[in-house]
């Protein structure tokens, strides 16, 4: 039975500090290593994307490189952020596994074996890391970061934005298809959730950051304003609602007067009309607006590269399919009777 292999992809921004002994991690599983579940995988290639920080990273790569012969540096222009940075690693690839994780040593990559269990057990193409721990930030950045993901969830049918992780692994092709369509200013999970059918979660621990955090509040901010921008037009939609409730509400109203009028109630004089001219004129002018925004989502939807499709190769000659056809012979262990084990 032959290994998983699985590229391994690291966006550096400031990873001067943490870079050696995280590599120093992979190399061991460059080796081979068998998961919980009795699984074959190893580390195939790892690929460094220099996003330019300003911390001396690039020599670490260089000698990094030098060092390993599993590692791959890929050289950015200039700093593009994380996403941006990840797709340029995720397309770099050649493995049938694609694992994402970060530069300060916070993703233990010995934890990808549990990843990949969680992937073969649900015949998911996309897993994320569920943290059993509290992220290693101040209290409150996590909790600003739980609430901006519950906000975006309203906005992402579907998409489960609270299981969002930069600790993720997913096959070969699709990633690297994600990589291929995607704008600039999509979010990456956002992008991954157009076209994954499933999606499934394992429990893991995150370790210390063995540097400080390269994002500040103007960072996270805009991190924030990204995926509220690429998680579709159902904002837009809500405001189309709430235009149409606010007209009805204005017809309501002025039937209640006309029906006081008739009844001798003494309303004061004009306050009725320009009530109801108010709510009526203010719900038109909403849902106007909310189907100019429409047709703007389309664009935008467009111009950050949301395929109309996406094909793929036969998934029972891929890493889930494979997987299925070697479980089969042990007493008909069938991976659809473990779904139900593991969260999805």
Do not use: C
């Not at 209290?139 to 992780?165: D, E, I, T, Y």
């Not at 096959?171 to 704008?183: K, L, N, P, Q």
């Not at 036969?314 to 593991?342: C, F, I, K, V």
Request: proline letters at 6%; glycine letters at 10%.
């Amino acid at each position: 039975m032959r290994d998983h292999e699985v590229s391994v992809v690291i966006p550096v921004y400031r990873g001067a500090r943490t870079l050696e002994p995280l590599l120093a991690e992979i190399a061991v599983l460059a080796e081979g290593a068998t998961s919980t579940d009795g699984h074959r995988w190893r580390v195939v290639e790892t690929v460094l994307v220099f996003d330019h920080g300003s911390d001396g990273s690039d020599a670490v790569i260089r000698r990094l490189a030098e060092q390993y012969d599993f590692v791959r540096p890929v050289w950015l222009s200039r700093n593009f952020g994380q996403h941006s940075a990840t797709l340029a690693g995720m397309s770099a690839t050649t493995a049938e596994w694609i694992a994402t994780i970060d530069e300060d040593g916070q993703h233990d990559p010995a934890l990808i074996g549990a990843l990949l269990d969680a992937a073969l057990a649900r015949s998911a193409p996309l897993v994320y890391a569920r943290p059993t721990n509290a992220p290693p930030h101040g209290w409150l950045r996590n909790s600003a970061s739980r609430a901006a993901k519950r906000v975006v969830a309203g906005l992402l049918p579907g998409a489960g934005s609270p299981q969002f992780q930069s600790f993720r692994l997913m096959t070969g092709e699709i990633g690297r298809s994600v990589a291929g369509y995607a704008g600039p200013n999509v979010y990456l999970d956002v992008a991954l959730g157009w076209v994954v059918p499933r999606v499934a979660t394992a429990d893991v621990r995150l370790r210390e950051e063995g540097a400080p955090s390269g994002y500040s509040l103007g960072r996270l901010i805009g991190h924030f304003w990204r995926l509220v921008l690429s998680s579709g037009t159902r904002g837009l939609r809500i405001v189309s609602v709430i235009g149409a409730v606010t007209a009805l509400a204005g017809f309501a109203l002025a039937l209640l007067f006309i029906v006081q009028r008739l009844i001798g109630v003494d309303l004061p004089e004009g306050w009725t009309s320009t009530m109801v001219v108010l709510l009526v004129a203010t719900g038109f002018i909403l849902m106007s607006l909310g189907v100019v925004a429409e047709y703007l989502g389309m664009a935008v939807n467009m111009a950050m590269g949301r395929p109309a499709y996406l094909t793929l190769a036969d998934p029972e000659n891929g890493p889930l399919g494979r997987a299925r056809s070697q479980a089969a012979p042990r007493g008909g262990d069938d991976l659809s009777d473990r779904r139900g084990t593991r969260a999805p």
